[in-house]
């Protein structure tokens, strides 16, 4: 799958999912921060998108700190799926409601 396509699908899903009513997922710019003075998401909308990106991708988002580089953009979540999408046949998808992720940009 091309790196676009997955780049708009997820802004599909950030609208979408995070019910940003009134947002186009087209004005959702691929570099923007997710979080803080970008988009403004918070941990909540980050756990929330993660479980919909490992039920859409088929991938699984690590918890903690290693979740900041992954959630910085719609452009990293992007380079991410495309890394790991299918490296991971077999082992269970993470990101439950323990999960812990930023709630600001780092």
Known sequence: MAESTIRAQIKQLIVRELNLEGKDPASI????PLFGEGLGLDSLDA???AMSIE???GVRIPEGDEARPIFRSV?????YI???QGAQDGVPLAGG???SFPSSAT
Do not use: H, I, M, Y
Not at 29 to 32: H, I, L, N, S
Not at 75 to 79: C, D, F, Q
């Open 47 to 49: 756990l929330q998108l």
């Open 29 to 32: 710019q691929d570099e923007a």
């Open 82 to 84: 495309l890394r790991n």
């Open 55 to 57: 039920e859409t991708f």
């Open 75 to 79: 452009a990293s979540l992007a380079e």
């Open 97 to 99: 409601p323990s999960a």
